[in-house]
Every structure is written in C-alpha cells, then in structure tokens.
C-alpha cells in the first residue's frame, strides 16, 4: 500500500472516529451461520468457507456489520454505542481479480429515535465521502422497505407471499416474476393433495390436519416427536396451500404497480405517496410518519432532499435490512461507493437479548481510489 493510500485511511479513520464512533476492531475468521442465515443470496455465494477446530462453520469476513454486531453483543456493551471500522473484507466470485477489499464504515445501535440515527447515518457517509475528496458529482439513491412491508400487508396478502415477495425486494427481475405469478389464474401445484386435506388447509384447520398427520405418522411406525411434530408440519401444509391459492386481482396488482413505479426525488416522495394512499385506500400506517420524520430530519442536518432520489422499488441486497436503505454512486455512473441501512432484526438474530435498533453504512475504499478520491 502507497503512502498516500495510508495517509487517506489514516485520515479517513480518524474523521469516522470523531463522529463519535471510536474504532473497533473485529477477528477476519467469523461464524459463518450469520451470514448463512441472513445476508442474502447474492453474499452467500460469494463468502470463503472453512471449518473451525470443533467443526464449525466459519468465514473470512464478507462485511463489518455482523463481527461488529456480535462483538457488542458478547461485550455487553452498553446502549446507545456507535462504532467505526476500517479493514479488509473478502468475496470471491466477482468480476474484479482481487478477493480483498478495503472498507469503513459505522455502525449505530440502540440509538431510540430512528428517524435521526438514518439522517445521520446518510449524512456521515456524505461527510465520509467529502473527507475522500468526493463532496460533489455524486449521486445518492435512497429506499424503504419499512414502506413496501406496510403496502403489502394493507393488501392483506398470506403472510407466506409477504415473505416471499419482501425476499424479492431491490431485484426487479425476482420481484417483476413473484408479481407475474401472482397475477396469474390458480394453477394446479397441489394436485397430489388429497381432497380432505386439502379443505382442511383452506380452512386453516390445524387442529384437524395435525389429527390426520400424527395418525398417518403411527401408521407409518414413524415418532410424532421425530423431526417436526403434526402441528408444524399442518401449519407448513395451511400456508403451502394459501400461497398456491393465493392471487392478486388486477385492481390490487394496479395499486402495487403503481407504488412500485414512484420515481422522483426525496423531497417530493412524501406528497406523492400520501397521493397514493389518497388514491388507492392503502394506509401505511407508522412507516409513511417514520419516512417523514426522516426526511425532516435528514433536512435538520443540513442534507438538501431535493438532491437525493427515491425510488419505492429500491432495495439492497442484504437480507437484513429491515427499513431506510441508500446507495451513492459517482454522477456519471459506475459502482456504489457507499451504502448502508437500518436493521433492526439482526443483533436479536445474532444473541441480543432484547430488540436492538440499529442503522449503518460502510465505504467501499479500493473503489474511491480509483475514481480519484483520497488523493493529494
């Protein structure tokens, strides 16, 4: 590494330090479950495997997100805390040769008012970005999932469809083919369903499919206490069959559409999905006022929301992501230089003994090199 690169992580370091984030430092072998679990398909295929000393799965580390996590997490560290990190991650599979790559970045958690820990999560990264010399010619996209969780629910799509089509999230092609289906006339996928199980699961009976599964469990000499017992294997059997059944007409599949499509900038985004939820009868309920507080807050740090653009459609490819998520990218085009979002699930996931709000944002260091950022 040149001079100059360390100088600008030197820099960079302390700049992210004095945003009252001191530096931690986390092991480069991890527990490899996290990532398994929760980081997504587009990240799991990308992480390098091996296996500890007592047989467990481990990883070079992909991200900071999850060591910084879980090193508060058995710290019991005390709450609100904020971290920064600087260091190498790795991934394989990429269009680039090289499998190291430099981040930094901060991690917020337990911060109570949600709405200021994202402003200012968005507006560190700017600052981060400015302290790399990239104060200008960048542009920033921002999302919510928050929003498009609410939207699906006041469709009063099965819970199991929900699931699916938040997994799809931020990948147009997954989302545009789940809606497809969707939409599409019932299809006969449970045709080996026997017809009295069949209407029980309609029905939602749980109670009488469990009844029928433990006594087709004894018929078979299997245990009802191997593997999962009647009553988990009736409630996998109740949601199989109302996400087969499951349709959109086409005047919810219109409202979602048009949800899907708002593309403007971040400070007309709340007029035009008030406008929506005018037109259409969706609530949104706390997430349009979470989205609002936001903005007002993003405004009292000084960030301009008319030079942001929201997308509704917008998601990053992270699992756990659970709400506001951004990405800024040079003007001109070319890969993200930073990104980041909220994720309140996660350290519950990962140990946390009560729900943890938690946002955060990371810098992609080799990629600001090479368009000129952090050099004298």
């Known amino acids: 590494m040149s001079a100059a690169a360390t100088t600008f992580e030197t820099d960079l370091a302390a700049a992210l330090a004095a945003r009252d984030a001191p530096r931690v430092a986390v092991d480069v072998l991890v527990p490899a479950d996290p990532y398994l679990?929760?980081?997504?398909?587009?990240?799991?295929?990308?992480i390098f495997l091996t296996r500890g000393e007592s047989g467990e799965d481990l990883c070079l580390r992909p991200d900071f997100t999850i060591p910084v996590c879980l090193r508060h997490i058995e710290a019991q560290g005390v709450l609100p805390r904020r971290y920064s990190y600087l260091g190498l991650v790795f991934r394989q599979h990429r269009r680039e040769r090289e499998t190291e790559f430099r981040q930094a970045g901060i991690e917020d958690l337990g911060e109570?008012?949600?709405?200021?820990?994202?402003?200012?999560?968005?507006?560190?990264?700017?600052?981060?970005?400015?302290?790399?010399?990239?104060?200008?010619?960048?542009?920033?996209?921002?999302?919510?999932?928050?929003?498009?969780?609410?939207?699906?629910?006041?469709?009063?799509l099965p819970a199991g469809w929900q699931r699916r089509l938040i997994r799809t999230f931020g990948d147009d092609v997954q989302l545009a083919s789940a809606l497809t289906r969707l939409s599409r006339p019932a299809?006969?996928?449970?045709?080996?369903?026997?017809?009295?199980?069949?209407?029980?699961?309609?029905?939602?009976?749980?109670?009488?499919?469990?009844?029928?599964?433990?006594?087709r469990m004894e018929e078979g000499g299997l245990s009802p206490h191997a593997g999962r017992d009647p009553g988990e294997i009736a409630a996998r059997l109740i949601e199989k069959v109302a996400i087969a059944e499951a349709r959109l007409d086409a005047a919810a599949l219109a409202r979602l559409k048009a949800f899907l499509a708002i593309d403007c900038s971040l400070a007309a985004a709340g007029g035009e999905l008030r406008r929506?939820?005018?037109?259409?009868?969706?609530?949104?309920?706390?997430?349009?006022?979470?989205?609002?507080?936001?903005?007002?807050?993003?405004?009292?740090?000084?960030v301009d929301l008319a030079a942001l653009d929201y997308r509704a459609a917008f998601g990053r490819p992270l699992d756990y992501y659970t709400g506001f998520v951004f990405e800024i990218r040079p003007r001109a085009g070319g890969e993200v230089l930073a990104?980041?979002?909220?994720?309140?699930?996660?350290?519950?996931?990962?140990?946390?003994?009560?729900?943890?709000?938690?946002?955060?944002?990371s810098l992609w260091l080799d990629r600001i090199e090479a368009i000129g950022g952090g050099t004298p």
């Not at 994202?118 to 010619?137: I, Q, V």
């Open 37 to 46: 679990d929760t980081a997504g398909e587009s990240l799991r295929r990308r």
């Open 187 to 215: 299809e006969d996928r449970l045709a080996g369903l026997e017809p009295e199980l069949h209407t029980l699961a309609r029905a939602g009976d749980r109670g009488g499919l469990s009844a029928i599964v433990r006594e």
């Open 339 to 361: 990104g980041g979002g909220r994720y309140d699930r996660l350290l519950t996931y990962l140990g946390a003994r009560v729900p943890v709000p938690a946002v955060g944002f």
């Open 112 to 156: 109570p008012d949600v709405a200021a820990a994202d402003a200012r999560a968005l507006a560190d990264a700017l600052a981060a970005l400015a302290t790399c010399g990239l104060a200008g010619d960048l542009t920033t996209l921002v999302g919510d999932q928050a929003l498009f969780e609410a939207f699906l629910a006041a469709l009063g």
């Open 276 to 302: 929506l939820a005018a037109e259409s009868g969706v609530d949104f309920g706390r997430a349009l006022a979470q989205f609002e507080a936001r903005n007002a807050a993003l405004a009292a740090a000084g």
